[in-house]
């Protein structure tokens, strides 16, 4: 089974997949909600969004139920751009309005400190990893006890088995343990569907080649400890953004830095003209 890992140099600990993809609807439900699209009152701006019509009045929809069920549908879809990875993205003057970003970036600007965590584990745990410093690990482990004591994280989570259903720790209470068990050590949270931290060598490695041994053979021979001091300083340095400190926890936007709060404002083409301009700026 899939965890999201929190891993130290003298210690680890690991929240359970199961509640990593239950936070994940979450953000993705709380989107849709504000994305109201089982209303007709976004629906012209919906429309220009997608690049789809919802249904109308007409011969082949001649009666108020038939009509409903056809606009339920086509909001349906709607709904889909902004909670299922297989669907197409929103987009604006041809740029494409990555949903994960709207999704993210919504969860950033409407939730509290629990559900921006939540937020940073699904954008950045999965795909390079994330971090916390050690003098910040007792401010993270504040955060999580605050979630579970809200709801907003789940402590035990229930799995169907051949004996029949069972409740299991979801594994919050150990990371918190963890992130308070010292100060002077940071933690790495990776999505356990990528290699893990340390990984492999990072790109920018240049060890002194020895004889036949080439950079894999020289990263397998390094200490645990020479593997993730390396890893660590690459990631300190190539993805300084994924560092959770209280300094920029609120201010941290996704993609495009657009929410679906963006897209429902009086001002919404001002906002989306202004992102799509930053997308196309060179870098």
Not at 187 to 212: K, N
Request: charged share 25%; with cysteine.
């Amino acid at each position: 089974m899939s965890s999201c890992d929190f891993t130290s140099p003298s210690g680890d600990a690991s929240v359970s997949g199961r509640e990593w993809h239950r936070l994940r609807q979450v953000l993705h439900k709380m989107a849709a909600g504000v994305l109201n699209a089982r209303t007709s009152f976004n629906q012209e701006r919906l429309e220009e969004l997608s690049g789809t019509r919802a249904p109308a009045w007409s011969e082949n929809l001649p009666d108020g139920p038939a009509y409903y069920a056809a606009f339920q549908q086509w909001a349906g879809r709607m709904e889909d751009r902004v909670t299922n990875d297989v669907t197409e993205d929103f987009s604006w003057r041809g740029v494409p309005l990555k949903k994960l970003g709207l999704v993210c970036n919504t969860g950033m600007v409407l939730g509290g400190d629990p559900v921006r965590l939540a937020v940073r584990l699904i954008a950045q745990a999965d795909g390079g990893g994330c971090w916390v410093e050690g003098p910040d690990r007792a401010w993270l482990a504040g955060i999580i006890c605050g979630g579970l004591e809200s709801g907003v994280l789940a402590s035990r989570e229930i799995a169907q088995l051949d004996a029949g259903a069972r409740w299991f720790p979801t594994g919050w209470a150990d990371v918190a343990a963890l992130l308070e068990s010292r100060d002077d050590e940071p933690i790495v949270m990776t999505y356990s569907v990528d290699r893990g931290f340390p990984g492999g060598p990072p790109a920018d490695w240049r060890p002194e080649l020895d004889g036949s041994d080439d950079r894999e053979d020289q990263w397998d021979a390094a200490t645990a400890a020479e593997r993730w001091a390396v890893s660590m300083d690459g990631l300190r340095t190539w993805r300084p953004g994924a560092r959770l400190t209280p300094a920029t926890w609120a201010a941290v936007r996704f993609d495009h830095g657009l929410s679906v709060l963006d897209l429902m404002a009086d001002d919404w083409i001002e906002r989306l003209n202004g992102a799509v301009a930053r997308e196309k700026a060179p870098k």
